[in-house]
């Protein structure tokens, strides 16, 4: 069978809201067919069987090594990423496997992750979607193309609604904290953006959690002195939907963008905004935004072309790092 023509067999851990985005954007591909599901709940098990008539619904990882899986796609919480992970490769589940972010809940694990996967010859994906998204996309060309000179700082932000108001002390870490949450995703493309980065200055506050900061501002230090400050809240007022932008100042200009728009403005030229729609930001099937498509369409070509997916094992445990430099600097 040609490449062109082959079915990947796709196994799902967790059908949460991310699980079962990803079942349905895959289900649309011509080239996938989801061999299998494995959730704890008897609930979306039972919902599962209804939808996928002839997959195989568990609530046993193990059980799904019979199926002769191509891939598994992991979107359980983030705590419990390494343990799963870990069981697909020690018992041979599947060789290639993609994952919710963040790769693990510590660099340690993560490290211990990308040392099983080095020992396999599967390819590995971490879910950080934004890479996809049209205006960070072209924002990462713009940089490459270096239009706004030499990079000296950049300020960049996410944040949500999500527990805007509230005032209940949790004992537990919601969704894996904030920073985990949702700053891994602009952590990721800063990382994408400018290389490596450290840590020096962090200011923590919490409203919803006893162990984990609701809000946090850091600042870092990359390459040829460039500075950055990140902000990090999901208390924060008038944010429905999870935003992410930037600034970015260089020597010839300044670079804005977030997920709906990217402006340049230049020393020597007038500015110069686009949205999303300028962008060609279209897809075969719309779900969540169009870069959840974009984001597993690639991984499949990539495992049927036999090139590397990015961003892998190894790149995702570089955001798991940072995230822990953060942790440690605020517990200082």
Known sequence: MKN???????????????????????SSMPSVEIGGVCDKSWLMRRIAKKILKKSFITDDLAKMSKLSLDIIYVTTPIPSHYGVIKTIFS???????????????????????????????????????????????????????KQIGNLLSFECYAYSSDFAGANLKSTSVIRGGVLEDLGSHVVDLALWFFGNLRVFKVHGSSAVSSISADKIRFQVEGENGLQGIFNISWVEEGYRMPEFGFAIQGSKGVLKVDDTSLELSLIRSSSKKLYRQDLDDHVRFLLGESEYFREDAFFIRSILSGTKPEPSFETASNVDKLLEEVRGKQNE
Do not use: P, W
Not at 16 to 23: A, E
Not at 119 to 143: C, D, H, P, Q, W
């Open 4 to 26: 062109s023509e082959k079915k990947l067999k796709v196994g799902i851990v967790g059908l949460g809201k991310m699980g079962l985005l990803h079942m349905s954007l895959l």
């Open 91 to 145: 018992e041979n589940l599947a060789d290639n496997v993609f994952g919710e972010k963040t790769l693990a809940s510590n660099y340690s694990q993560s490290q211990e992750l990308c040392d099983l996967v080095r020992k396999k010859n599967g390819a590995t994906m971490i879910g950080y979607m934004k890479r996809f998204s049209v205006t960070f996309k072209r924002a990462k060309e713009i940089l490459e193309q």
